[in-house]
C-alpha cells in the first residue's frame, strides 16, 4: 500500500498558484519526499524530491514540514499543459509504490 | 538529454503469443524497474532489477517473466498472453543516491 494520502481531484486558475498536499505520516527517518507527474498516456515524470529542507527546481517547489508528516508542491504559475496526475511517493528512491494520486485540472 | 526507451508504444498480440517488451536505458544506471498501469488501480510493480542478471518479485509478478543480460536493457516476457494482461506498461530506470525514477513512455498492449 502507498504510505501517503492525497486528495483525489484539484482544481487550479491558469496563472495562479497550485498547491498540492500530500500526507505522509508514517515516514521514516531516512525516506524521501518525490513527486512525479503523469500526463494522460505518458510516463510519469520526476518533479522534485527532498528530505527535510524546503526544495526549488525550474518546475515547482517543495514545502516540507518541520515534523515531515506532510509536504506540499507548489506549482508557482500553473498552465493548461501542467493539467495531469501528481503523485507524491516516500521512500528511499528504490521500489516506488505509487498510490492514485492527486487529478490536478487547470482551468482556463 | 537521458532516456528511457521502450521499444514500442503500441501493440497487439494474440492469446497464447510469447510477447517481450524492450527497455534501454543510457544513463548508466544500476537498476530498472516493470510497472504495469491500469484504470482504477494505478501503477504496479512487476519486476525489478538491481544489477545485471539480477532480478526480483515485485507485487504482480504472476504470469511474466524478466532477463537483464546487459546493464542497460531490461526485458519483460510474457510467456503465454492472456487478455488480462492487456495493459500499459512502464518501464523505468534509477541510480543509487541520485534521486529518483526515470520512465520510459510506456507500451500500450493489447491481447486479443
Known amino acids: ?9 484539484m482544481d487550479c486558475a491558469e496563472g495562479r498558484a497550485a498547491n498540492l498536499p500530500c500526507n505522509h505520516s508514517t515516514i521514516s527517518g531516512n525516506e524521501y519526499v518525490y513527486w512525479y507527474r503523469q500526463i494522460h498516456s505518458q510516463g510519469p515524470q520526476y518533479i522534485i ?12 517547489s517543495l514545502i516540507i514540514t518541520e515534523d515531515r508528516k506532510s509536504s506540499t508542491l507548489i506549482l508557482p504559475h500553473a498552465t493548461l499543459r501542467d493539467t ?10 528504490q521500489n516506488f509504490v505509487f498510490g492514485p494520486g492527486t487529478r490536478l485540472s487547470v482551468l482556463p | 538529454d537521458v532516456k528511457v526507451t521502450q521499444s514500442s508504444r503500441y501493440l ?21 524497474f516493470w510497472y504495469r498501469q491500469d484504470p482504477g488501480l494505478g501503477l504496479r510493480l512487476i519486476y525489478f532489477s538491481y544489477d545485471v542478471k539480477m532480478k526480483e518479485k515485485g507485487d504482480i509478478p504472476e504470469g ?19 487478455t ?5 506498461y512502464l518501464c523505468a530506470s534509477s541510480s543509487w543516491g541520485r534521486g529518483g525514477y526515470t520512465f520510459g513512455s510506456g507500451t500500450r498492449l493489447t491481447v486479443v
Request: net charge negative; proline share 1%; hydrophobic share 30%.
Open chain 1, 1 to 9: 500500500d502507498a504510505k501517503t494520502t492525497q486528495p483525489t481531484s
Open chain 1, 49 to 60: 524530491h527532498g528530505l527535510k529542507n524546503n526544495e526549488t527546481n525550474e518546475m515547482a
Open chain 1, 84 to 93: 495531469a496526475v501528481y503523485y507524491c511517493i516516500v521512500g528511499y528512491g
Open chain 2, 12 to 32: 497487439v498480440k494474440r492469446t497464447g503469443e510469447k510477447v517481450f517488451l524492450e527497455c534501454v536505458q543510457d544513463m548508466d544506471h544500476e537498476n530498472m
Open chain 2, 64 to 82: 511474466y517473466s524478466v532477463s537483464r543480460e546487459k546493464k542497460e536493457r531490461f526485458s519483460l516476457i510474457l510467456e503465454s498472453a492472456s
Open chain 2, 84 to 88: 488480462n494482461q492487456t495493459s500499459m
